[in-house]
Nanobody
Framework: VQLQASGGGLVQAGGSLRLSCAAS????????MAWFRQALGKERRFVAS????????YYSDSVKGRFTISRDNAKNTVALQMNSLNPEDTAIYYCAARSRYGLLGNDYDYWGQGTQVTVSS
């Protein structure tokens, strides 16, 4: 599967952004989807994941209550709604997919190219 992330940009602290990831292929609903982020000079970190049907989600503690992951299997897309952004959220955001069941772990098979999110103070 090929993934294309979009929606990044520059936003002031306290603002919102919505990222989207479009997937190719006809088996999108067989993949667990996730978002990761990588700040400059730091390791890539897990942000959120969503089950194949969208009924279950999991978030890192740093974004819980502020970010919401969702998916539309009819459109082969996964989104990340980000609210109450702060400068610590500045990073390149990547969408990822895997066929293995479960929302935990960082082992994903497919990765998008990333989209930059910058939050100014």
């Amino acid at each position: 599967v090929q993934l294309q992330a979009s929606g990044g940009g520059l936003v002031q602290a306290g603002g919102s952004l919505r990222l989207s990831c479009a997937a190719s292929g006809r088996t999108f609903n067989s993949y667990v989807m996730a978002w990761f982020r990588q700040a400059l000079g730091k390791e890539r970190r897990f942000v959120a994941s969503i089950s194949r049907g969208g009924e279950a989600t999991y978030y890192s503690d740093s974004v819980k209550g502020r970010f919401t992951i969702s998916r539309d299997n009819a459109k082969n897309t996964v989104a990340l709604q980000m609210n109450s952004l702060n400068p610590e959220d500045t990073a390149i955001y990547y969408c990822a997919a895997r066929s293995r069941y479960g929302l935990l772990g960082n082992d994903y098979d497919y990765w998008g190219q990333g989209t930059q999110v910058t939050v100014s103070s």
